[in-house]
Antibody, heavy 122, light 110 residues
């Protein structure tokens, strides 16, 4: 059974870097048919795609966040991460990691982690 | 402001059919497959429909999706109280080179 688990600090100070890790169990992150991605949801608002990574390091990023985001992958640990720099209060959100079935014109998140709330505050 | 437009809310009584619309453009819905996600209160989103009209294993038959041109829709037949949730359409956008979600529709069972 595939499981994804987010981990990382729940509180980040403004201007600092938000760092989260997603640990994947029940599937190899080296799978040739899947990407792995991050989605966030500010309190009371909708879903926003952040970006996605392939096991070889190939990435796609949301244009609105591209200057501040990186998504590295650690295949030996079967993990991928999210790093979002220069955070502000508007980056406060629940952050979800998920598996991505990516073969255009099909592209969708089929398994999700439970999410983790990250608050940006001094 | 999402490039995919959904009504903010929809409602129905138990047993009724509710239809949620999702309007986009040629670079997103017009070019790629549409997906739908269900998010009950306080939980993570769950894939409900993929590839326009396919249900993952375990999703009840009462949920169905369709797409025509640059619009898509989700139908919930035989509405039940446990269907109360937010529903999001989503697809890849070729112009943005990224994945986009609709603004979401909150479904209420009266």
């Amino acid at each position: 059974q595939l499981q994804l688990q987010e981990s990382g600090p729940g509180l980040v100070k403004p201007s600092e870097t938000l760092s989260l890790t997603c640990t994947v169990s029940g599937d190899s992150i080296r799978s040739s048919v899947y990407y792995w991605g991050w989605v966030r949801q500010p309190p009371g608002k909708g879903l926003e795609w952040i970006g996605s990574v392939y096991y070889n390091g190939n990435t796609h990023y949301n244009l609105s966040l591209k200057s501040r985001v990186t998504i590295p992958v650690d295949t030996p640990k079967n993990q991928f991460s999210l790093k979002l720099s220069s955070v502000t209060a508007s980056d406060t959100a629940v952050y979800y990691c998920a598996r991505v079935r990516a073969s255009l014109p099909d592209w969708y998140f089929d398994y999700w982690g439970q999410g983790t709330l990250v608050t940006v505050s001094s | 402001q999402s490039v995919l437009t959904q009504p903010p809310s929809a409602s129905g009584t138990p047993g009724q059919t509710v239809i949620i619309s999702c309007s986009g453009g040629s670079s997103n819905i017009g070019s790629n497959a549409v997906n739908w996600y269900q998010q009950p209160p306080g939980t993570a989103p769950k894939l409900l429909i993929y590839s326009n009209d396919l249900r993952p294993s375990g999703v009840p038959f009462g949920f169905s999706g369709s797409k025509s041109g640059t619009s898509a829709s989700l139908a919930i037949s035989g509405l039940q109280s446990e269907d109360e949730a937010h529903y999001y359409c989503a697809t890849w956008d070729d112009s943005l080179n990224g994945y986009v979600f609709g603004s979401g529709t909150e479904v209420t069972v009266l």
